[in-house]
Structure formats: C-alpha cells, structure tokens
C-alpha cells in the first residue's frame, strides 16, 4: 500500500461479529490491492474490535469511539488517507473485483463525483434470494 492509497474503505461497525470475518475477509481479498481499510468501531459491545485486531494486514486501520452512528462517518471521512472513498457495511461481503471495477471508471469518468454498485442479497447461508 502506498503512503497516499488510492482507495479509502470506510466502514463503520456496531456489534457485528457474526458477519465481521466474512465482510473484512472479502475487502482483503481484492484484486484491487491499493486501498486502506479504515473501520470505525461505532461502541461495539460484542467481539467486533477483537476480530478486527486478529488481522496483522497493515492496510486495516480500527479507531474505537463511543456509539453514535453520525459522528463515526464523520470519523470516517475525516480519517481516510485516499483518493477515492469506497463505504462498505459490516455485514457485506465485497464482489472480488469490486474495487478494481470502481477505479478504473473514477480514473476514465473524472466529471462523476459519486455512484453505486449493484447489491446481491443473500440468506443467512450465503445463497441469493
């Protein structure tokens, strides 16, 4: 990762270890390696933090503050180091090209300031419906 990445993850999380593993494992499996992951524990009181701090990937970043949804997005914003900003919700998982998909279109589109991806929802045993 550069010192500047060119991807900032912003995700920010509350009590969400039983999808925690699945979501942060889906962004580190990017093809798109350029990127910082900036989790905000939004006053989690389950093991969400832990499960963050299980990682030794240096890409990751957890700041732990006190819940309050809002001001852990501002947290988020302020926080993040690069070019572009990629939101991610603790219980997604991201499609492996994802990031890479969405980078070379802000790189080819300078005029678009933001846009959306298409959501695929699952069951709780990880099958579309």
């Not at 998909?101 to 846009?115: D, G, K, S």
């Amino acid at each position: 990762m550069s010192i500047t990445p060119k991807i900032s993850v912003c995700m920010a999380m509350y009590n969400a270890a039983t999808h925690l593993r699945e979501c942060v494992d889906s962004v580190l499996a990017q093809t798109f390696a350029d990127f910082e992951l900036l989790i905000v524990d939004d006053g989690s009181t389950d093991s969400s933090a832990d499960i963050v701090r299980s990682y030794s990937d240096s890409r990751i970043r957890l700041i732990c503050r006190p819940h309050d949804f809002i001001a852990s997005l501002n947290t988020l914003l302020s926080e993040a180091r690069g070019h572009y900003i990629a939101r991610m919700d603790a219980d997604d998982i991201m499609m492996p090209d994802r990031l890479q998909i969405q980078y070379n279109y802000l790189e080819t589109h300078p005029e678009v300031a933001a846009f959306c991806s298409q959501a695929v929802r699952i069951d709780s045993h990880g099958q579309p419906n």
